[in-house]
């Protein structure tokens, strides 16, 4: 079981993310390189959509939900999803 994703394999992860319809952005955390942020728009993709993504990938991920503020906002605040221990399922022969 692989605990971390190369240099290739996160870029790959998150050019996938970034094409994802209400991801905002998403990044690798520098102090934690298994933790990944995403931020959504929960009114066009859910949680548990992205946590769907991740299994697509052969990927696990454990969800942390945030719910941010950053000043007046014609639209519902942002939400971030943290996705912690990424552990290939998949097996490398």
């Known amino acids: 079981?692989?605990?971390l994703l190369n240099a290739t394999e996160r870029s790959r992860l998150l050019a996938q993310l970034g094409a994802k319809r209400g991801v905002c952005s998403a990044f690798f955390?520098?102090?934690?390189?298994r933790r990944l942020t995403?931020?959504?728009?929960a009114d066009?993709?859910?949680a548990l959509g992205i946590l769907e993504f991740f299994?697509?990938?052969a990927l696990h991920a454990q969800l942390s939900l945030r719910h941010e503020r950053r000043g007046p906002m014609p639209v519902s605040p942002t939400v971030l999803v943290e996705a912690v221990n990424f552990r290939s399922t998949a097996s490398t022969a």
């Open 55 to 57: 299994e697509s990938c």
């Open 29 to 33: 955390s520098a102090d934690e390189p």
């Open 44 to 46: 066009v993709v859910s």
């Open 1 to 3: 079981m692989r605990e």
């Open 38 to 41: 995403v931020e959504y728009d």
